[in-house]
């Protein structure tokens, strides 16, 4: 009984850890860290960031809210990215995951 029950457990949390990583597939990586709390430290981002600008690699979609506020140094204005960032969440609305393609 003991072991059917950590199966599952087991089971339970690799899934959710691989459906966590499925959503976050397509988000910039500075866009993940500033929801950790932290800054992105890929030393592309760094000097893109000195500069004012998006990082070429890291952020392709230039039309995300977020990256541009994080290139600027300032935090994004919309209120739906405001209360994502209080949770420690990345805005879902503003920051699509990748959708999945079906073969």
Do not use: Y
């Amino acid at each position: 009984m003991k072991f059917t029950r950590s199966a599952a457990r087991l089971v339970l949390a690799v899934t959710l850890v691989f459906c966590a990583s499925a959503l976050l597939a397509d988000q910039s990586c500075c866009v993940k860290a500033k929801a950790k709390g932290k800054e992105c430290d890929h030393e592309c981002c760094i000097k893109a960031h000195k500069e004012h600008k998006l990082c070429a690699k890291c952020q392709k979609d230039t039309s995300n809210c977020c990256d541009k506020a994080i290139a600027q140094g300032k935090e994004c204005s919309h209120p739906c990215c405001k209360q994502a960032a209080k949770e420690h969440k990345i805005c879902e609305k503003c920051n699509k995951p990748e959708e999945k393609k079906e073969p």
